[in-house]
């Protein structure tokens, strides 16, 4: 088992970005445009690096946060808090706000890509107003992922409605009385997480990390989001 959990880390280290044509293809792409980005798989790796023995992690849907899984470590049960099937976008930040009320003694960071958080940011306000601090990672890459995943895979890259044009998350965060901090180069992933935890847990105050991330996409942990139904019953054999 040891010798399987090593194989797994050191594949881990050297996975550092997806390798499919269509990703590719966006990171040749993003070298043309102004700016630092991130591989998804890369800031993962530092972020799980950084992470306190004692955290608590959310992790929302969308297409960073499939792969997100294989690279969080927990020595303590009722640490990971995944929607996994739900589906229900914006779940992260919410949800790791009330993990942190039941246990203010935990680090609390919770995971999202920009669409999930374009569901939930407001309630950094929330954390503000009742002195809930906790830490929202945003893995800002422009784009609904998960559903740009299944135009990828189902519809020969015909894309629709999956661009998003975001404004500063960290920015917005100032604004609403929170910490911001934002992330474009690899060797200051891990120190912005443990600044934000020290903020956490010393200064109560919450903090959005906003992670400037390449449009490559990873695999999704199921496969079958688009395909044909199978009909089990005789009554439904004619909706498909």
Avoid at 57 to 74: E, K, M, P
Avoid at 91 to 109: D, E, N
Avoid at 220 to 225: E, L, Q, W
């Amino acid at each position: 088992m040891q010798a399987e959990k090593a194989a797994w880390e050191e594949e881990l280290t050297n996975w550092t970005h997806e390798k499919d044509a269509y990703s590719l293809d966006m990171i040749e792409e993003q070298k043309k445009e102004p700016g630092s980005y991130l591989h998804p798989r890369q800031v993962l790796r530092e972020l799980e690096k950084a992470m306190p023995e004692d955290v608590m992690v959310s992790t929302d849907i969308g297409n960073i946060n499939s792969v997100a899984n294989s690279y969080l470590r927990f020595e303590k049960p009722r640490s990971f808090f995944a929607a996994m099937s739900f589906g229900n976008c914006g779940y992260a930040f919410p949800t790791i706000i009330g993990a942190k009320v039941a246990a203010p003694h935990r680090p609390a960071v919770s995971y999202a890509g920009d669409g999930a958080w374009g569901m939930s940011l407001m309630e950094t306000m929330t954390c503000v107003r009742h002195n809930i601090p906790v830490t929202a990672v945003v893995f800002h890459n422009r784009q609904w992922g998960a559903e740009k995943k299944n135009q990828v895979d189902f519809y020969n890259r015909r894309f629709v409605a999956g661009e998003l044009d975001n404004q500063s998350f960290a920015e917005i965060a100032r604004a609403m009385g929170a910490e911001g901090i934002t992330v474009d180069k690899l060797e200051d992933v891990g120190p912005a997480l443990k600044k934000a935890i020290d903020m956490q847990m010393n200064e109560g105050k919450t903090t959005i990390i906003e992670i400037m991330c390449t449009r490559e996409l990873g695999d999704p942990f199921r496969r079958d989001a688009l395909s044909k139904p199978i009909r089990h019953l005789d009554k439904y054999k004619d909706y498909v």
